[in-house]
């Protein structure tokens, strides 16, 4: 079992729909990342959260450290929106500043 | 801004070769961490650098070494390449280290080994 973990795995919306992205972690961990990769690997990062929720425009990002598990929302989804989105964790005791990630999730918005 | 900068971006090796990639971070960011992409394993940790100093590093075996210079500048090094180190190497860098603070990757270098 990893030790973080995506889902769904894949994921096609129709355009507008509202689209949440789940990811859980079986460590501690203080803080999360939110990455999204294109098509021809460039990765960009969409959020760090150690806590609560933040906000980006039509992206959403919350976590419950507790619970261990944060969701990726996002709201009006466009074809533009098309990636892949991976969460990592890192922070925790074992695992200090390595961060670990999930197996990712192609996410695919039709017009 | 600059953003980070790696390079080469494509290389090709043989088996039993090594391979130095470069990383130049964004201008005043002292945490440059790496990473390797397969489409088996996705994302895994390389190492973390900051200050000079490797704060951390992932589950690789010794071939696998990096440095990071006074001017955060970072390189990697895979020594006696195999097949299975065919890969997208990522670099990522941060004003703070790890696990905090927001990573701005580079493009990545993409390797074959034949």
């Known amino acids: 079992k990893n030790e973080v973990e995506q889902s769904p795995q894949n994921l096609t919306a129709q355009e507008g729909e509202f689209i949440t992205i789940n990811c859980s972690y079986s460590?501690?961990?203080?803080?999360l990342h939110w990455l999204q990769q294109h098509p021809g690997g460039g990765i960009v990062s969409l959020f760090m959260l150690s806590s609560g929720k933040k906000k980006h425009g039509r992206l959403i990002a919350t976590i419950n450290i507790q619970e261990k598990h944060s969701s990726l929302h996002i709201t009006a989804s466009h074809p533009r929106d098309s990636a892949v989105y991976i969460c990592?964790?890192?922070?925790?005791?074992?695992?200090?500043?390595?961060?670990?990630f999930g197996e990712g999730t192609q996410l695919t918005v039709n017009p | 801004k600059a953003g980070v900068t790696q390079t080469p971006r494509y290389l090709i090796k043989t088996r039993g070769q090594q391979v130095t990639l470069s990383c130049s971070p964004i201008?005043?960011?002292?945490?440059v961490s790496w990473y390797q992409q397969t489409p088996g394993q996705g994302l895994q940790f390389l190492f973390e650098y900051f200050s000079e100093t490797q704060r951390n590093k992932g589950n690789f075996p010794g071939r696998f070494s990096g440095r990071q210079f006074s001017n955060s500048r970072s390189e990697m090094n895979v020594s006696t390449l195999e097949l299975g180190d065919s890969a997208l190497y990522l670099c990522?860098?941060?004003?703070?280290?790890?696990?905090?603070?927001?990573?701005?990757f580079g493009e990545g270098s993409r390797l074959t080994v034949l």
């Open positions: 460590v501690g961990i203080s803080a």
């Open positions: 990522a860098s941060s004003l703070i280290v790890l696990p905090g603070g927001e990573l701005f």
């Open positions: 201008s005043g960011h002292r945490s």
């Open positions: 990592a964790g890192g922070g925790g005791e074992t695992s200090g500043s390595r961060l670990t």
